[in-house]
């Protein structure tokens, strides 16, 4: 017997059906099941004497959850009614026990002979394929929500390092987490007094006029209090607050504060968590879920306390700069000088710390009066931007002080002796400086005389508005002669100053900056300043630095006002400016020769400096 033959044996035909490793039904032209194999009624789990002759449809085709699936739909009775194959993978069979199995499927019509086509039905248990796929998207569905809470932490980490204004930060972190982890949010701090709390902010994108009414003090924090509230208030980790809690808690007024806020705004389960910092608790925060959400669990729980770490880390990074600003502001104020009003010349003063350090650095000015008789007027800016670099200034400063009042020197001369006990007698780094004296008589007119090492030029303002740059006598950089035995030298200045006209010292903050070049910076001061040219000078420095807005560095500004021409001069009595000129400068501290004059005469009557080497008075006095 060949293979053809075999093939057609009854008996090969049934090994290979009921060996078949898929379940296969055959069923008449009235869709009745006629026969099974084995594999089919092991994945139904019904025995073959119970199916045959039973409507397969009726009998087996089920939606997922176990109802009956329309016959008008199935696509099996269409293949009884049509003739053509079909296949599929989303149907599902009734089993014995009464359970649905996941199958994939085909079914092609059964032609026998002298009888009407029925259908052979063949499919497979997609049951664990099924579930596998259910667990790819329960896992891809956990990876989404794990990388959006990420992303969440991340975003508020962001927040929580952009700004030192702690309250604005608490504020912006409260909204960030609705509605990806709460409905609505609170944040309570402790004010500073023992125990004593005050709800900074509240949010709900469903109520916030309620939300903010809720927002002020709150009872102090009991003593001896245990409840839920009083744990996190002390540092003890995160609580989980349930309806029952919530409604049936301690009756302390602190926990009725807190109850009510639920009651107002809706809550059903909430979290609070202690914003810890590395030595103190800071206050909490509340989050929370109204009747229609679900309640907490443990991993929202555990995020939701890792955002109150780093906002308790936050708030202690604030304080801590914030601490540090204070002494080092205390410090800078200390080190600035206060300002002499001479006769009718006003100066003023200003210093601005740069916004990311700690409100120190190399920038001064200074002013004061020397023997002969002139005053001096300083501007200068030693590199760096911290402590030390405060130090050198203060060093700087004083070596400088300590020249000009012992050497009846031009300007030049003790820029070369400052130069040099900075080389052999000093550690500060190069610095630059304008060095000027103010000389002439009572009245007028007045010189400027000064000296330039290396930094930007001083402006000449007039009382009309018109501005120049003063760069004759520029130097090199302090510190940069000596130690590399250049042999250079600083030259003199000389030069008459018109009535009522503004001399303007800074530092380079104020012209340059990372989006601003120093020269686009200076033309920009020359508009300023001569659209400023008749304020008063107090109101000249503060406008000043409001227009040019300076970013990222120390600015220091030193302002001298001439008077009209003849004020004090013998016959007028034009009474001098009174009190002291404002500057930055501690306010426990005097301009020197206050203690022996009194803080509001200091120079007033003091002569001017030799004025032998001036051109003669006669025709060189300008006009008022």
């Given at each position: 017997m060949n293979a053809i033959d075999r093939a057609r044996e009854p008996g090969v035909l049934r090994a290979v059906f009921d060996g078949l490793g898929s379940g296969v039904f055959a069923a008449d032209s009235e869709g009745r099941i006629i026969a099974a194999n084995p594999r089919a009624v092991q994945i139904v789990a019904r025995p073959v004497e119970e199916m045959l002759g039973r409507d397969m449809h009726d009998l087996l085709h089920r939606n997922a959850d176990g109802s009956p699936f329309p016959r008008e739909r199935c696509r099996t009775v269409a293949v009884l009614a049509g003739g053509r194959p079909a296949e599929g993978s989303d149907e599902f069979l009734l089993r014995g026990d009464g359970t649905t199995v996941p199958i994939i499927w085909a079914a092609a019509p059964l032609r026998l002979e002298g009888e009407p086509d029925g259908v052979v039905f063949v499919f497979h248990d997609f049951s664990v394929r099924k579930a596998a796929e259910e667990q790819t998207e329960a896992h891809l569905a956990a990876l989404e929500s794990l990388t959006a809470r990420l992303t969440l932490v991340s975003e508020i980490s962001s927040v929580l390092i952009s700004s030192l204004d702690i309250s604005q930060v608490l504020r912006r972190l409260g909204r960030l987490l609705v509605p990806e982890l709460a409905d609505w949010t609170a944040v309570d701090v402790y004010t500073g007094q023992s125990g004593e709390l005050r709800r900074l902010a509240v949010h709900?994108?469903?109520?916030?006029?309620?939300?903010?009414?809720?927002?002020?003090?709150?009872?102090?924090?009991?003593?001896?209090?245990?409840?839920?509230?009083?744990?996190?208030?002390?540092?003890?980790?995160?609580?989980?607050?349930?309806?029952?809690?919530?409604?049936?808690?301690?009756?302390?007024?602190?926990?009725?504060?807190?109850?009510?806020?639920?009651?107002?705004?809706?809550?059903?389960?909430?979290?609070?968590?202690?914003?810890?910092?590395?030595?103190?608790?800071?206050?909490?925060?509340?989050?929370?879920?109204?009747?229609?959400?679900?309640?907490?669990?443990?991993?929202?729980?555990?995020?939701?306390?890792?955002?109150?770490?780093?906002?308790?880390?936050?708030?202690?990074?604030?304080?801590?700069?914030?601490?540090?600003?204070?002494?080092?502001?205390?410090?800078?104020?200390?080190?600035?000088?206060?300002?002499?009003?001479?006769?009718?010349?006003?100066?003023?003063?200003?210093?601005?710390?740069?916004?990311?350090?700690?409100?120190i650095g190399g920038d001064w000015y200074d002013a004061f009066l020397l023997a002969d008789g002139s005053t001096t007027m300083v501007i200068g800016d030693v590199v760096g931007h911290d402590l030390q670099a405060a130090a050198h200034m203060a060093e700087v400063r004083n070596m400088l002080r300590a020249l000009a009042w012992d050497r009846q020197?031009?300007?030049?001369?003790?820029?070369?002796?400052?130069?040099?006990?900075?080389?052999?007698?000093?550690?500060?780094?190069?610095?630059?400086?304008?060095?000027?004296?103010?000389?002439?008589?009572?009245?007028?007119?007045?010189?400027?005389?000064?000296?330039?090492?290396?930094?930007?030029?001083?402006?000449?303002?007039?009382?009309?508005?018109?501005?120049?740059?003063?760069?004759?006598?520029?130097?090199?950089?302090?510190?940069?002669?000596?130690?590399?035995?250049?042999?250079?030298?600083?030259?003199?200045?000389?030069?008459?100053?018109?009535?009522?006209?503004?001399?303007?010292?800074?530092?380079?903050?104020?012209?340059?900056?990372?989006?601003?070049?120093?020269?686009?910076?200076?033309?920009?001061?020359?508009?300023?300043?001569?659209?400023?040219?008749?304020?008063?000078?107090?109101?000249?420095?503060?406008?000043?630095l409001e227009r040019m807005d300076p970013r990222g560095d120390d600015v220091a500004l030193l302002a001298l006002r001439l008077p009209p021409y003849g004020a004090g001069a013998e016959g007028d009595d034009t009474p001098p400016p009174r009190g002291r000129a404002h500057s930055p400068a501690a306010h426990n501290r005097s301009a020197p020769g206050a203690e022996a004059l009194g803080a509001d005469d200091v120079f007033t009557d003091a002569p001017r400096g030799d004025d032998r080497t001036h051109p003669s008075r006669g025709d060189d006095r300008p006009s008022s």
């Open positions: 709900s994108e469903d109520d916030p006029v309620t939300a903010r009414a809720l927002e002020g003090p709150l009872p102090p924090l009991p003593e001896f209090s245990g409840s839920l509230l009083a744990r996190a208030l002390r540092g003890s980790g995160p609580v989980v607050l349930d309806a029952d809690e919530l409604e049936h808690g301690p009756g302390t007024p602190l926990d009725t504060a807190h109850r009510r806020m639920f009651e107002r705004l809706g809550g059903r389960s909430a979290v609070v968590v202690p914003l810890l910092g590395r030595r103190q608790v800071f206050g909490v925060l509340t989050a929370a879920r109204g009747k229609d959400s679900p309640e907490y669990g443990d991993d929202e729980a555990m995020v939701l306390d890792d955002i109150g770490r780093r906002a308790g880390l936050a708030m202690d990074n604030a304080r801590l700069f914030d601490q540090q600003r204070h002494v080092a502001e205390t410090m800078q104020r200390q080190l600035l000088t206060p300002l002499p009003q001479t006769d009718h010349l006003r100066m003023a003063a200003r210093y601005r710390p740069a916004q990311a350090a700690a409100e020197e031009p300007p030049s001369l003790i820029m070369r002796r400052l130069d040099e006990a900075m080389t052999n007698t000093s550690d500060a780094p190069m610095a630059t400086v304008v060095f000027a004296r103010i000389e002439g008589t009572e009245g007028g007119p007045w010189w400027l005389h000064w000296v330039n090492a290396g930094h930007p030029p001083p402006l000449l303002v007039t009382h009309d508005g018109r501005t120049r740059y003063l760069e004759r006598s520029h130097g090199p950089l302090l510190g940069m002669s000596s130690t590399l035995n250049l042999g250079t030298s600083w030259p003199d200045a000389r030069e008459q100053l018109p009535p009522r006209s503004t001399v303007l010292f800074y530092t380079d903050g104020l012209v340059e900056s990372r989006t601003r070049p120093i020269d686009t910076g200076m033309d920009l001061l020359c508009r300023h300043a001569a659209a400023l040219a008749r304020r008063d000078v107090e109101d000249f420095c503060d406008e000043l």
